[in-house]
């Protein structure tokens, strides 16, 4: 399409059938016919002609403004963001000033100062749209100057304009190109509309606008003459506003995923059934069977993040959900609640909360039981609560919609229950905001807000992990203490092992995706089974003492996608030999291991 | 002896509001008069939890915050005097690792381009000889040469801080400050990333100045550790002294807070702990010890007044009266 218009700006003279300002009066107004395909307008002109030389105008114009509106916006943009200050300020009131009225009408202002005529309306739009260049180049410094990399260049000791340049002026290319074919867009229907009230491209000369004007005055006549000229523009701007979105997709360097379509096509050949050993048991709060969780990242092939996921917890227990970062432990606590983002699918297992699978739930009765009976503590307490409302009326807020108090008593409970999670004054407290309260602080208030109904489970990911370690230990108490009191259930996701040891009354140690061990907490600790436990305990900063060289599980985890068929830490681990390259089940009665040699192997405990 | 190679002295770091009319209002003292000293071919631990300051005095010796007061005596030079920005000598002898390391690296440059960075602002080299170089500084951080065309995005957190290493390594500074270099990684490339950075110092003759949470982490690589705490250093003195015997009572609060990897002593340590009474509220005191509020050893002179550093038998000093030998003088003297 936009090649097209291209080659018909180009090439105007030679594509055309007749001279766009021929004049034919005997033939105006016709309907398209053979002579003229899509007809003569009121002075009998050659509809087509005159909409390819029109579509010079549709390519100077857009092109003159968007690149006066890119020279004048990006400079002056870069330059009041990194300076900041008065600069700053003055350059914004006039920019606001400017944005505040309509475009159209600047730019009839301007006009009427220049004088009419194609040129001077495209000078028009370019200073008009500089400030849309402006506010964006501005904004992106403004990120950008507190990004990491740009204080790490300042210790190098790079110069302003370098930091300028070569740190932030790169990040701006994905936006601009969107921002600029948005202006194209915007500019080639500002042309037509300026060309139609007659100050843009004056007639005769073949403007898409003026086009559409004449068509105007001879509508009753001819209705067909705006056809043309309308599609043509329609199709233009939804053309060059699709380049946009392609060329920054294709242009974002650095930002693109390394595709991981070949190997997750062989991954899908998993067992489907669960696999681990595991009866029901009366006293289960939670049992989980064979869950398993595809990802798919976007345009590419579905890859499996939780496979063969399957463990218990009694009521009133505590099971910590152990492993690295990328091991699918925090997806596998958001799967339970069947809190899932766009592109996860659970595609095998169940979740059964007491007598109920929550995977066979409709999304109401999901909903119903989130909160009721299965509720969340997440990692970072300042994120999760919302800053707009007061701590006590978001727990208020859960009060009332899932047990259906009155705003005297949810406030009432409320009070009782900030004041139950070891926070003075509470009354007081509950009219606070998120931001008014320390880490430590609202974390409680995440806490107090997840046990207000009393769950049966309740999910805690990584809930001190941005915490201070002495707050971390209060926090540790608090939840200690709360399970003696509401007898709920804990699955407690955490990297930290020792963190584990503290709170936890069994372990699941999670590993690319599945558990490749549990076991009590005791028995972890003093006779770890699997090497990768064995592992991530030896590699504990107190774990150890004396100077490095420090014990290390050699390589990474591999990303979903990559995982090898048989065991997947055989990659990493000391003790492999050929059996390991086998898929390997979980076995055990009492405690379960996932490891073809646990028996014969003697792996060292934790110090 | 030699001189050391960093001596900060009363070292203070003031953060303004600034008001509508750019007029100083109200001022909060992130760093009071902290004294630390680097040795040559030393690493300093400088532990402390969010607040305690520890982020200022790196940001105040990299030249990213002014300092209110004291010097900052780096190689011959008070670089607390130069507001104008560090000369290029300065810049070249330190440098940073950051602790985020998805933000460090510039998503849009290449490693080539990043690794390189330092060489093409401070020397004249040609590409050909940046290219070199590049090669050389990945193999300091065992990353093969085929990164060098790769983009940060396609690395896990503990390759981008190598990345981050290496390109701290481009000057052959004489100190690099690690902020919190490890402390977004996984425990396992916690470990590689430490004993990378203890061989590579070894080997290369540089300075650390290691800011970090972890105490356990910090002892490992330290010669010597400094604790922070709202702003003060509360103790200093050597790694294994500082560790395993702590002589201030907010670092003895510090290191048992830890869990324990033992489940049975953790359980043990806690019920032990919980049986405690102590205050609840922190009574931040004006004049005395920051931690008075919640210190299970507080004596009515301990919100009087700072406590002096007091010299530790085995190394070092704490600004604890629990280590005033001539309590009664004290006591006198504070009337």
């Given at each position: 399409m936009l090649l097209t218009l291209l080659f018909c700006a180009l090439f105007a003279e030679w594509v055309t059938p007749y001279d766009p300002l021929q004049q034919d009066l005997i033939n105006a107004l016709q309907g398209p016919s053979v002579e003229h395909w899509l007809g003569t307008d009121d002075l009998g002109r050659d509809v087509l002609s005159r909409l390819i030389f029109g579509s010079r105008i549709a390519v100077i114009a857009p092109a003159e403004a968007t690149g006066l509106a890119v020279l004048i916006g990006v400079p002056i943009g870069l330059f009041i963001g990194f300076r900041g200050g008065w600069w700053d300020w003055v350059v914004m009131r006039v920019v606001e000033a400017v944005v505040s009225i309509p475009g159209i009408m600047v730019a009839i202002v301007i006009i009427a100062i220049l004088g009419t005529g194609l040129h001077r309306a495209m000078f028009a739009l370019g200073i008009l749209y500089s400030t849309a260049f402006l506010r964006l180049a501005r904004s992106v410094v403004l990120t950008e100057r507190e990004e990491v990399y740009v204080k790490s260049a300042r210790v190098i000791g790079a110069g302003p304009t370098r930091i300028l340049l070569r740190h932030i002026f790169l990040n701006i290319a994905p936006p601009l190109i969107v921002q600029v074919t948005l202006t194209v867009g915007a500019v080639l229907l500002a042309e037509a509309g300026l060309s139609f009230i007659g100050i843009g491209v004056q007639p005769p000369q073949a403007s898409w606008g003026t086009m559409l004007n004449s068509a105007a005055s001879f509508m009753e006549l001819s209705p067909f003459l705006a056809v043309p000229p309308g599609i043509a523009i329609v199709a233009t701007v939804l053309a060059v506003n699709l380049l946009g979105d392609v060329l920054r997709d294709s242009i974002g360097r650095g930002v693109r995923v390394p595709s991981t379509g070949a190997p997750a096509q062989r991954m899908l050949a998993v067992p489907r059934k669960a696999t681990t050993p595991m009866a029901p048991h009366p006293d289960d709060a939670l049992r989980v069977e064979g869950l398993e969780i595809m990802v798919s990242p976007k345009g590419e092939a579905e890859v499996p993040v939780v496979t063969d996921m399957s463990f218990r917890i009694a009521k009133g227990e505590t099971l910590g959900l152990v492993g690295e970062s990328g091991s699918g432990k925090t997806v596998t606590g958001l799967g339970l609640m069947g809190l899932i983002g766009t592109g996860v699918r659970i595609t095998n297992g169940r979740v059964m909360l007491e007598n109920t699978n929550l995977l066979g739930l409709d999304r109401r009765d999901l909903e119903k039981a989130r909160g009721n009976d299965v509720a969340m503590v997440f990692q970072d307490p300042t994120t999760s609560l919302n800053p707009t409302y007061t701590v006590g009326n978001q727990i208020a807020e859960v009060l009332r919609i899932?047990?259906?108090?009155?705003h005297r008593a949810a406030r009432d409970r409320t009070i009782e229950l900030i004041d139950r999670v070891g926070i003075p004054r509470p009354a007081q407290q509950a009219d606070a905001y998120p931001h008014e309260l320390s880490g430590g602080m609202a974390q409680r208030i995440a806490i107090a807000r997840a046990l207000s109904c009393t769950p049966k489970l309740l999910i805690a990911d990584e809930?001190?992990?941005?915490?201070d370690v002495t707050v971390q230990q209060e926090i540790l108490d608090l939840f200690r203490d709360l399970q003696d009191e509401f007898g709920m259930a804990m699955l407690f996701v955490t990297h930290d092992l020792a963190v584990a040891a503290d709170i936890c009354d069994r372990i699941a140690v999670m590993y690319c995706g599945e558990i490749v061990e549990t076991a009590p907490v005791d028995a972890l600790f003093a006779d770890p089974r699997h090497p990768y436990t064995a592992g991530l305990l030896s590699a504990m900063p107190h774990g150890q003492s004396g100077k490095p060289p420090l014990p290390v599980i050699r390589g990474s985890v591999p990303a979903p996608g990559h995982w090898p068929t048989g065991c997947r830490f055989a990659a990493r681990c000391p003790y492999a030999i050929d059996a390991c390259a086998k898929p390997v089940q979980m076995t055990g009665t009492d405690r379960l291991e996932r490891c073809t040699r646990a028996d014969e192997l003697s792996l060292e405990p934790a110090k | 002896m030699s001189a050391p190679l960093l001596q900060i002295d009363d070292l203070s770091v003031t953060y303004w509001d600034r008001s509508l009319l750019g007029l100083r209002a109200n001022g909060f003292e992130?760093?009071?008069?902290a004294t630390l000293t680097v040795d040559a071919g030393q690493t300093l631990g400088l532990v402390g939890e969010s607040g305690s300051g520890k982020s200022s005095i790196a940001n105040a010796l990299l030249g990213l915050v002014p300092p209110s007061g004291g010097t900052i005596n780096f190689d011959g030079q008070d670089l607390a005097t130069l507001r104008k920005g560090f000369p290029p000598e300065i810049r070249q002898k330190i440098q940073a690792v950051f602790q985020d390391p998805y933000s460090s690296l510039n998503p849009s440059m290449t490693v080539e381009e990043i690794v390189t960075e330092p060489l093409k602002v401070h020397t004249r080299m040609t590409r050909v000889e940046r290219h070199e170089k590049a090669v050389e500084l990945l193999k300091l951080v065992k990353l093969?040469?085929?990164?060098?065309?790769?983009?940060?995005?396609?690395?896990?957190g503990g390759q981008r801080q190598r990345i981050a290493i290496a390109t701290a390594l481009a000057l052959q500074p004489s100190l690099i400050v690690l902020d919190e270099p490890v402390s977004a990684l996984d425990v396992s490339t916690q470990n590689q990333i430490i004993n990378l950075l203890y061989e590579r110092r070894d080997a290369l003759g540089i300075s650390y100045l290691l800011i970090a949470h972890d105490l356990a982490l910090v002892h490992h690589i330290s010669d010597r550790i400094a604790v922070m705490y709202l702003g003060h250093i509360v103790e200093e003195g050597p790694a294994d002294r500082v560790y395993h015997q702590p002589a201030h009572p907010y670092t003895q609060a510090l290191l048992e807070a830890v869990p324990l990897l033992d489940p049975a002593r953790q359980r043990a340590r806690r019920a032990e702990r919980r049986g405690r009474v102590t205050t609840d509220m922190p009574r931040l005191s004006e004049k005395g010890c920051p931690f008075s509020g919640r210190c299970p050893h507080v004596m009515d002179r301990c919100t009087a007044r700072m406590p002096p550093a007091f010299t530790v038998p085995d190394g070092g000093t704490a600004r604890c009266f629990l280590l005033d030998d001539e309590p009664n003088e004290q006591g006198r003297s504070k009337d």
């Open positions: 899932k047990q259906g108090l009155s809930p001190t992990t941005a915490l | 992130a760093v009071k008069r093969p040469e085929t990164h060098l065309h790769r983009y940060p995005n396609e690395f896990s």
